[in-house]
């Protein structure tokens, strides 16, 4: 393949006729060139260079071999009306085409040389480039060596049952393109398939451009690479109003369950069961902006959704049953021992212990909670860093408490004046705390808030905890198995079996 520029004494109105992909069948007057293609050879690429006083590079052309007629053509993949100005490319290809424009018609340059023109060209107008370029890679698209099996999968369950991992593991292989994104109350469908919004060109004019979204994106480099695995996780999916955020994309996610021949074209297992008219993504996918969009079979959709959430959106009957529904099931067993067993700082209770007993609790109030079972702590729920007691937290010697001790440090350093030990025992206090503080200010403050917000005495001890601000303080500044004090004497009991309640 080699690279070259044609050299022209105007805009040639013939070039501007026919569409991106056509041959351009024009006859040429070309200095030295009794046949003005025997230069050429099939393959080649060359950019249309409009000389005098214009200066500026207009076309691009693939070389194309007509077996019928055995002779060369150029077909048009590429036009802009302004054109990229010679001033902006490299000075020493300048030079060169200001010393031979007058004498030569087909100048011969580097393919590096060639991409900097095509890239200034395509910054110009960026969507006539993607138009231009995805519509020279649909011609090479063959829907029946396309990977086929795509689908939508829906995983639910509590907060920290496994979704994310489940994913991770069961979802997403080595070779595997991954895009993720989250919903949220604020996201909406332009954010998702993209919207018109202004784009300032090298000629400092404002035009209004079409800018892809993700969804958009990851379904043109999914087309463009039909043997290559694409898979686009949604976090969160009920957090945001899905079925507007899809919007007329939504019919797509029904998706063949065999082979459907449409036009003439055969599409594999996976693909959308049926495409929509959609101008500005038809473009940005294909190139054609008349092309029916559909999600290809090499494209799987993954989204995640906490059953527990009360306060977002739902997600409707219609919008579900185009979802395979997966239930992460909350439990222990393969979940890895080093978190199973961390102990929840010095109260020699394991995360284990502690999450059933309290999931067994949140399940049986239901009588007095919706949803009951949404509600429960999922076994994901903390890290082990969460529940590590950090030793610095134990008071010193000569104070009952650690309580005591911090005060006692907090009145001397407000006075001004206090030794170099004390401060450093001080740094070291509420470096220790606000590690200890991890666990309930994510665990505790939940079942407070939200798994026993209408009836915390099913749990807590609300004879002598009358706040979340009191219950968080006993926790933290106690000591061993007097934290657990913030419950009622029955589930004290449940986590230390060996003690009376």
Known sequence: ????????????????????????????????????????????????????????????????????????????????????????????????????????SFINITGEQYRQIMSLMMNMVSSWGNAAIEKSEEREIDEEKRIDGGTNILLYGVPGSGKSWTIEHEYCHKDSVVERLVFHPDYTNADFIGQILPVV????????????????????????????EYILIIEEVNRGNAPAIFGEVFQLLDRTVEPKTVDGITYPTGTSEYGITHKYMAEKIYGDPTHKVRIPSNLSIVGTMNTSDQNVFTLDTAFQRRWRMRLIENNFDNVRASLANAQILDTEVTWKTFCEKINAIIVGNKAKMASAEDKRLGVYFVHESDVTFDQRAVPSEGYPSLLTEYNDLLRTE????????????????????????????????????????????????????????????????????????????????????????
Not at 441 to 461: C, H
């Open 1 to 104: 393949m080699n690279y070259y520029i044609l050299i022209l004494e105007e805009k040639v109105k013939s070039f501007s006729l026919v569409g991106h992909g056509e041959k351009c069948a024009v006859s040429l007057m070309l200095k030295g060139y009794a046949n003005p293609l025997e230069t050429l050879a099939e393959g080649d690429k060359v950019v249309g260079y409009v000389a005098g006083a214009t200066k500026t590079f207009c076309y691009l052309f693939d070389v194309g071999f007509d077996q019928s007629n055995q002779q060369l053509y150029f077909e048009k993949i590429f036009e802009t009306k302004m054109g990229a100005k010679l001033t902006a490319v490299p000075t020493d290809l300048q030079e060169i085409i200001n010393a031979r424009e007058q004498t030569e």
């Open 201 to 228: 060109d090298a000629e400092k004019q404002v035009t209004y451009e079409f800018t892809a979204g993700p969804f958009t994106t990851i379904l043109r480099d999914a087309y463009r690479h039909p043997m290559q």
């Open 414 to 501: 407000a006075t001004g004046d206090m030794p170099e030990d004390k401060k450093q025992r001080l740094a070291i206090i509420r470096e220790a705390l606000m590690h200890n503080r991890m666990f309930p200010e994510k665990v505790i403050k939940y079942l407070w808030d939200d798994a026993f917000k209408f009836n915390p005495e099913a749990l807590f001890d609300t004879d002598n905890m009358e706040s979340l601000e009191q219950v968080i303080r006993t926790f933290v500044y106690s000591q061993g198995r007097e934290r657990f004090k913030i419950f009622k004497p029955t589930v004290r009991a449940s986590l230390y079996p060996d003690t009376q309640a």
